[in-house]
Protein backbone atom coordinates (compact mmCIF):
# COMPACT_ATOMS: atom_id res chain seq x y z
CA UNK A 1 0.00 0.00 0.00
CA UNK A 2 2.93 2.20 0.43
CA UNK A 3 6.04 2.44 -0.81
CA UNK A 4 9.17 3.91 -0.08
CA UNK A 5 12.20 5.38 -1.91
CA UNK A 6 15.51 6.25 -0.25
CA UNK A 7 18.04 8.13 -2.32
CA UNK A 8 20.73 10.91 -1.43
CA UNK A 9 23.51 8.67 0.64
CA UNK A 10 26.90 8.64 -0.72
CA UNK A 11 30.72 8.60 0.08
CA UNK A 12 31.62 11.92 1.67
CA UNK A 13 34.46 12.89 3.68
CA UNK A 14 34.85 13.23 7.40
CA UNK A 15 33.32 16.63 8.44
CA UNK A 16 31.21 17.24 5.41
CA UNK A 17 27.31 16.43 4.92
CA UNK A 18 24.97 14.74 3.13
CA UNK A 19 21.12 15.57 2.79
CA UNK A 20 18.77 11.99 2.86
CA UNK A 21 15.04 11.82 1.29
CA UNK A 22 12.56 9.23 1.51
CA UNK A 23 9.64 9.67 -0.60
CA UNK A 24 6.14 7.84 0.31
CA UNK A 25 3.86 6.45 -2.84
CA UNK A 26 1.46 4.01 -3.35
CA UNK A 27 -1.72 5.76 -1.67
CA UNK A 28 -3.77 8.80 -2.51
CA UNK A 29 -2.29 11.12 -0.20
CA UNK A 30 -5.55 12.35 1.03
CA UNK A 31 -6.86 8.67 2.08
CA UNK A 32 -3.41 7.88 3.91
CA UNK A 33 -2.11 9.34 7.67
CA UNK A 34 1.64 8.64 8.17
CA UNK A 35 2.02 9.19 12.10
CA UNK A 36 5.49 8.68 12.20
CA UNK A 37 8.63 8.62 9.74
CA UNK A 38 11.76 7.37 11.16
CA UNK A 39 15.46 7.01 10.56
CA UNK A 40 17.59 4.47 11.34
CA UNK A 41 21.08 3.40 10.64
CA UNK A 42 22.75 -0.28 10.04
CA UNK A 43 26.33 -0.20 10.25
CA UNK A 44 28.39 -3.06 9.30
CA UNK A 45 28.74 -5.80 11.79
CA UNK A 46 26.26 -3.72 14.21
CA UNK A 47 22.25 -3.81 15.21
CA UNK A 48 20.21 -1.01 13.44
CA UNK A 49 20.30 2.10 15.21
CA UNK A 50 16.83 4.32 15.46
CA UNK A 51 18.54 7.83 14.33
CA UNK A 52 15.24 10.27 14.18
CA UNK A 53 11.48 10.11 14.05
CA UNK A 54 9.47 12.97 13.32
CA UNK A 55 5.81 12.72 14.02
CA UNK A 56 2.66 13.64 12.12
CA UNK A 57 2.03 16.90 14.36
CA UNK A 58 6.05 17.99 13.76
CA UNK A 59 7.71 16.58 16.33
CA UNK A 60 11.00 15.22 15.98
CA UNK A 61 13.33 13.31 18.41
CA UNK A 62 17.34 12.07 17.96
CA UNK A 63 19.33 10.01 18.91
CA UNK A 64 21.82 11.27 20.91
CA UNK A 65 24.70 10.28 18.68
CA UNK A 66 23.46 12.71 15.45
CA UNK A 67 21.64 15.22 17.93
CA UNK A 68 22.94 18.55 17.26
CA UNK A 69 24.23 17.53 13.95
CA UNK A 70 21.16 15.74 11.97
CA UNK A 71 17.99 17.30 11.67
CA UNK A 72 14.91 15.85 10.17
CA UNK A 73 12.06 17.87 7.96
CA UNK A 74 9.31 17.34 6.03
CA UNK A 75 7.95 18.52 2.38
CA UNK A 76 4.83 20.64 2.60
CA UNK A 77 2.59 17.85 1.65
CA UNK A 78 4.11 15.14 4.02
CA UNK A 79 4.78 12.88 1.35
CA UNK A 80 8.59 12.43 1.68
CA UNK A 81 11.06 13.17 4.48
CA UNK A 82 14.56 14.36 4.05
CA UNK A 83 17.38 13.82 6.81
CA UNK A 84 20.12 16.79 6.99
CA UNK A 85 23.30 15.13 8.23
CA UNK A 86 25.77 17.63 9.23
CA UNK A 87 29.44 17.53 10.41
CA UNK A 88 29.74 13.68 9.40
CA UNK A 89 32.15 11.22 10.53
CA UNK A 90 33.27 8.14 10.19
CA UNK A 91 31.04 6.29 12.68
CA UNK A 92 27.73 7.71 10.12
CA UNK A 93 28.90 5.08 7.84
CA UNK A 94 26.02 2.74 7.54
CA UNK A 95 23.22 1.71 5.51
CA UNK A 96 19.79 4.40 6.60
CA UNK A 97 16.44 3.24 6.19
CA UNK A 98 13.62 4.58 6.19
CA UNK A 99 10.24 3.14 8.11
CA UNK A 100 6.83 4.82 8.56
CA UNK A 101 3.93 4.02 10.39
CA UNK A 102 0.47 4.77 8.66
CA UNK A 103 -3.14 3.91 8.54
CA UNK A 104 -5.27 4.47 5.54
CA UNK A 105 -8.89 6.02 5.41
CA UNK A 106 -10.17 2.19 4.00
CA UNK A 107 -8.79 1.13 8.03
CA UNK A 108 -8.34 4.14 10.17
CA UNK A 109 -7.91 2.12 13.26
CA UNK A 110 -5.24 -0.18 11.86
CA UNK A 111 -1.58 1.25 12.11
CA UNK A 112 0.46 -0.44 9.93
CA UNK A 113 4.93 -0.12 8.66
CA UNK A 114 6.47 0.20 5.64
CA UNK A 115 10.37 0.04 4.98
CA UNK A 116 12.57 1.09 2.31
CA UNK A 117 15.33 -0.88 0.91
CA UNK A 118 17.93 1.64 2.56
CA UNK A 119 20.57 3.98 0.96
CA UNK A 120 24.53 3.54 1.91
CA UNK A 121 26.31 6.25 3.07
CA UNK A 122 30.29 5.75 3.35
CA UNK A 123 32.39 8.30 5.07
CA UNK A 124 35.73 8.30 4.52
CA UNK A 125 38.67 10.42 3.90
Known amino acids: QVQLVESGGGLVQPGGSLRLSCAAS???????????WRWSRQAPGKQRELVAVIESVGLTNYADSVKGRFTISRNYRKTAVDPQMNRLTSDATAVYYC????????????????WGKGTPVNVSP
Open 99 to 114: KVDFRTAACPTVTKTA
Open 26 to 36: GNDPKDLTITH
